[in-house]
Structures are given as C-alpha cells and as structure tokens.
C-alpha cells in the first residue's frame, strides 16, 4: 500500500501522506535498532519529502528500469464531473482494477484522469466508495489519479498522448515507442465530432491531428481505443486504416450511447451499457484473455449491447486478429474478482442526454422537504423549457444560414457525415460558448447534428455568425 501513494503526486499530497510516513515508520520500527531510530526516522522523512517532487514512475519505477522490448500502455479518462454522471468515474475505475489486480499491467504504465467527484460527495453514504455495476464491490480503492478537477482538460490530454512534459497533476505522459502498444479508453457525454470534458470538449480535428501525429513520429506500434460516449463513432469513421490504430464506440455516428444498471439508493446508473458488456466479457474469459481476439470481442459485445450500435473504425485486418491480452494484460496468477450476490439491481437503460433529467425528477417523486421539491421543481422546468428553446434557436439559425425554411427541414431530418472537422470545430465551440454546453445540458447533443450538418454545404464563418446572433440570449 504504501509503494502504491507515490503514483500520483496530487493523490499523496492530498489523501495519503500520513499513511505513508506511518508506513515508512512501522518499516524503521521493525528493521532498525532502537539507538539507530532517530536516523533511521530522519531518513524516512527526508525519502518522503523527496517524493512529493518526483513527477516519475512508482517505487517499482526506482527500483527496476523498463527493459527495452515492447511494453503496455493505457490511458483512462472519464471525461465529467457531478453526482448524476457516477457511471463515468465508476467505468474508469473498474477498468483501473482490471487491468491492474487482474491483468497485471504495471501501474507507471497506466495514466489516469479523473475529476474525482464522486467518491467522497455529499450525497455519497459510502465515503471514499466507488461501486461497479457488476460485482457491487469497490473499485475507488488504490487507483491512482495522476489529474484530477481542473487538469481535466482536452488540451491535457493530447499532450500526454504526445508525451509531452506536463507542469501539472503528477506529471506522468506516455512514454511510449514504435514497440510499444497504447490502450485508450475514454467516457464521458459526446456530441457529433466532439467529446466532452468537465468545461471544455474535445473536436475530432485535433484528436485527428494528434493521432496523425503519433503515427508519424511512431509513438506505438499499435493502438486500441474504447470510447463511450454518444455519436463516438462521428470521433472515428473517417480514420485512417493505415495509421495501426483500431477504435471500438459504444455508438455509430448518428445515436446515443446508454447508461444502464439504476441503484436506487444512490440514484445514479453504475455504469455505461456497452462499457459494462465489454468489461463484463473480459471478466468471464479471464484468465484466458488470451483465446479471444479483438474481433472477436467486438462482435460478441456488439450483440450484448442492443440499446446503441456498438461500431469499430480504422485497422480492421490487423489489429483485430490480435488476443485482447495484448492491449489489455496477460492475467496474473491467482487474480479473480467474486461476485457480490447480495445487492440487488434495477437494470434499467436511459439514453446519456436523457439521465440528467431523470436524475431530477426522481428526486423530486422522492423528496418530502418543501424547499427541496420548489427548487426541484424550478429546475426540471428550467431545463425542459431549455430543451425546446435549443430546437427553435438551431432552426433559427439553419434558417439565417440557408435563407429558406424548406432547407431548415432537410437539414434537420438526420445527422450527415462530418466532412469538414475544421468547421464543425469552429461551429460547436462558437454554440457551447455562447449559447450552451453540452456538460451543463447533456439533452443538447441530441439536436447538434442540425447544426453541424450545415458544415457540409455553407462557409463556417457564416454558420458561426449566426450561432453569435441567435445565441445572444
């Protein structure tokens, strides 16, 4: 336990450093000699206050160099923040402990980013517990947050891909190379071409960019990506088959992906349905993570999820026939996770733009205090009221834009094929900045697509100019 605090500098200097020093202590205590303990004491202290600048690898790191043949990266990211969003941080933490516990990844080669929210909320009766959806267990325990809150951010994030060197959080990139494999697994909201951090986004031009990047500078051999988040498949489908890259979505380019098992008396979903099956699939083949290809694993999750269209882009020939074990671990010897039978579960689905509203009203049926449900209620009819108002603002600038109300309609009957990232780039963030986000009023990203589409037909800075005159609210 006490190897495991120096992972991350943020999480020791908030959460653990008492337990580390007691640790540090309890070793003197018992392998040095009573007139050598204030030596032995002061040495503890000092290694201690030296760690709290180490932005490097864990103790594991210190004591054993990487060798030089190919090695495991992963890179977790659950992209929100707030109580109604658990499942994001819960899907980022299972993941942590699978591959970790069972599948043996060394724990310097896995970055985290997480605003850490959620397990010591207020509206947690478990302080410092984060339950899966699946075993019922904890899975908050020991995972290592190397950026948490506001170094959650998009920017963050393509420069740790990059393995640039990062001032913030624990300072931990990837360190990868062109014998290396990189698996990314992101959740969070999604919009078409975009994908949602705590107060930013991130716009499949740069993640394009980047990824490009990586590939030319051969920052991998190859890479997988899980990605749960709606319209993540708008992220990928017009990714490179030739780059080694392969990325399985929880939905195609034009839906919604879900969440999926309600707790009742936490009032959230644990988890993300096709990121539950995944993980549930992995978890019944284990040990033999070995025996199931990366095909084959999307085919069989594909069936599982029936709420969204599970979707895979990029390297289908090579990438595909290689074992899960190569992205996500070989098992170590004597790992298993035993099911809780006692809790119960209500597995019920809800579109991701749809949770947050639900999240109210269900407190509002089970609240008895008068002010809570005045407030409750003031809320639900602020954010329903907002849902119809996004839909006339976006007609009105379809129609600004094409100068017909017969366009608008074509335009608003189905999403299109993003063809122009740089614009649907420019278009989103000119409407999440000056009329609303997407982490604020999730039910927005079921509408975006009619704005979007305008990028296929007209210049972006005339749609931006409209999104500034009809968001100027």
């Known amino acids: 336990r006490c190897r495991l605090i120096l992972t991350s500098k943020q999480w020791y200097q ?109 509206k947690n009766p478990r302080q410092g517990v984060i339950i899966n959806a699946l075993h ?105 088959p030739n780059m080694n890259i392969t990325a399985h979505t929880a939905s195609n380019t034009d ?25 549930n699939n992995t978890e019944q083949i284990f040990p033999n993570l070995e025996t199931e290809t990366v095909e084959q694993q999307y085919e069989i999750v594909k069936k599982m999820t029936t709420q969204s269209h599970a979707s895979i882009y990029g390297d289908l020939t090579n990438i ?22 006692s809790r119960k579960y209500k597995y019920q689905s809800t579109a991701t733009p749809d949770v947050m509203l639900e999240y109210l009203k269900g407190k509002r ?14 809320e639900i009819r602020y954010h329903t009221f907002t849902e119809g108002k996004v839909q006339e603002i976006l007609e009105q600038i379809s129609h600004q834009v094409t100068g017909s109300w017969d366009m608008v309609e074509v335009f608003s009957r189905h999403p299109e094929t993003i063809e122009h990232p740089g614009c649907n780039k420019d278009v989103l963030s000119a409407f999440f900045s000056q009329c609303y986000k997407m982490q604020t009023h999730p039910y927005i990203t079921k509408y975006l697509y009619r704005l979007t589409n305008l990028c296929n037909a007209y210049n972006g800075e005339k749609i931006v100019s409209a999104v500034n005159d009809n968001c100027n609210h």
Not at 26 to 47: G, N, P, Y
């Open 136 to 240: 019922g267990e904890d899975v908050y325990e020991g995972v290592m947050i190397d950026y948490m809150g506001r170094d959650v951010t998009p920017q963050n994030f393509l420069d740790i891909l990059m393995g640039k060197t990062m001032k913030v959080g624990s300072g931990k990139t990837l360190a990868s190379g062109p014998d290396d494999i990189v698996f990314v697994n992101f959740v969070d909201h999604g919009g078409p071409g975009a994908l949602g951090f705590p107060s930013d986004e991130l716009h499949v031009a740069d993640l394009t960019k980047t990824l490009e990047d990586m590939y030319t500078d051969k920052r991998y051999k190859q890479m997988l990506w899980y990605v749960e988040a709606c319209y993540s498949g708008s992220m990928f489908n017009k990714l490179s």
């Open 14 to 122: 908030r959460r653990v450093r008492g337990h580390f020093l007691s640790c540090c202590l309890s070793f003197v205590h018992k392998h040095q000699k009573k007139e050598d303990m204030l030596r032995a004491t002061l040495i503890a202290v000092c290694f201690l206050l030296a760690v709290q600048g180490y932005h490097g690898h864990p103790v594991e790191d210190l004591l054993e160099q990487p060798k030089n043949e190919g090695q495991i990266w992963a890179v977790i990211v659950a992209g929100s923040n707030h109580w109604y969003n658990y499942r994001h941080q819960s899907d980022a933490c299972h993941l942590y402990q699978l591959l970790t516990k069972k599948n043996g990844i060394p724990r310097q080669n896995i970055i985290t980013m997480m605003y850490d929210d959620i397990a010591f909320n207020k």
């Open 255 to 279: 839906e919604s992906s879900y969440a999926c098992v309600k707790d009742e008396e936490l009032d959230v979903y644990l988890g993300d349905c096709w990121s539950l099956n995944w993980m």
């Open 320 to 341: 595909c026939k290689e074992p899960i074990s190569a992205f996500m671990g070989h098992p170590l010897n004597g790992s298993e996770t035993e099911a809780d039978s």
């Open 365 to 378: 049926e089970k609240s008895t205090d008068k002010e809570e449900i005045e407030r409750l209620d003031q």
